[in-house]
């Protein structure tokens, strides 16, 4: 299977920012060719042979309960039970996205499992899509070319409007909301962008905000994320009410994490925030006790040339 070309760590800054804010739903194929368990594994060569599809669910109403791939086909023929439904040979066990999942998830998933595609399920857990790495690699290059546009429409005058000055924005953050999170991040990146700052320091900017709202989101009772802008800075505070850190030198370890299986699962808990947010960050602080955990980290908005 040929692999994405990128990963979550150490791609540059505009594809982070991209599979950061994407969802699955974003990129997902929703055109979907079914077939029920009736379905003759010839007619489903067929169809994927008209189709140009590798694979095909296999579903119950809006339910799905298998999956045919081109192994199977290639298998029944060999085997001589080309002429049999689909119920018997197809695959059950199977390995689902959810439709509002992070791109980042599907990335890793496709990084974890040795599959050319996954089907995508809804909050009702109905097929609504499947997505590809070729569905991926094709979204971020037509979005990478709306930024390149979005800043070629830019000015190169890229200072704080006075009219930032002193504006506070907080962000109430639910533990486990994995549906809104990424919410406060964007809404960050998109006044940054209308203020007129330049596009690697809101890159900066996005990756820090999202790590501390996803450490909020996954390792803390919940809390709230602050955005504090002033024409020079924007600072951005992440502020919870436990369980607190028991060790924060070994938290700002790379790869160190207390997450649970669970959380891994989703793709998460790599052990890779805070020591993201450190290295885009201007000035950093994090305290922690049984209490809780404040993480304060400053960007400059104005880089050296531009003052």
């Not at 533990?175 to 007129?196: C, H, P, Q, V």
Request: aromatic share 6%; net charge negative; proline share 3%.
């Amino acid at each position: 299977m040929q692999e994405i070309p990128i990963n979550t760590v150490t791609s540059p800054n505009v594809i982070l920012e991209l599979i950061y804010r994407l969802k699955v739903k974003d990129v997902m194929t929703t055109d979907l060719v079914t077939a029920t368990k009736e379905t003759s594994l010839r007619e489903i060569q067929h169809i994927m042979r008209e189709r140009q599809v590798t694979g095909l669910p296999i579903v119950m109403g809006k339910r799905l309960i298998g999956i045919v791939s081109m192994d199977d086909i290639i298998q029944a023929l060999d085997k001589g039970y080309i002429n049999e439904k689909a119920q018997d040979h197809m695959t059950r066990n199977l390995i689902v996205l959810e439709d509002d999942m992070p791109v980042s998830f599907a990335i890793n998933y496709f990084d974890r499992f040795s599959y050319h595609r996954f089907p995508v399920l809804n909050k009702h857990k109905e097929l609504v899509g499947m997505i590809t790495n070729r569905d991926i690699t094709s979204t971020l290059l037509v979005e990478i070319n709306r930024e390149i546009e979005e800043l070629e429409r830019r000015t190169s005058s890229s200072s704080m409007s006075d009219e930032m000055n002193g504006e506070i924005h907080t962000y109430s953050i639910m533990k486990n909301d994995f549906e809104n999170a990424g919410f406060a991040s964007t809404e960050i990146k998109k006044r940054l962008k209308k203020a007129g700052v330049m596009p690697h320091i809101i890159r900066r900017a996005a990756i820090a905000s999202y790590e501390l709202e996803m450490n909020l989101v996954v390792h803390s009772d919940g809390g709230e994320l602050i955005a504090e802008y002033t024409p020079q800075t924007l600072q951005i505070t992440a502020r919870d009410s436990g369980p607190g850190i028991p060790n924060v030198d070994e938290a700002m370890t790379a790869g160190w994490s207390t997450a649970s299986e669970w959380i891994r699962s989703l793709g998460f808990g790599a052990g890779m925030g805070l020591p993201n947010v450190k290295s885009v960050a201007d000035e950093f602080a994090i305290e922690s006790d049984m209490n809780g955990t404040t993480v304060c980290c400053s960007i400059k908005l104005q880089s050296d040339e531009e003052k």
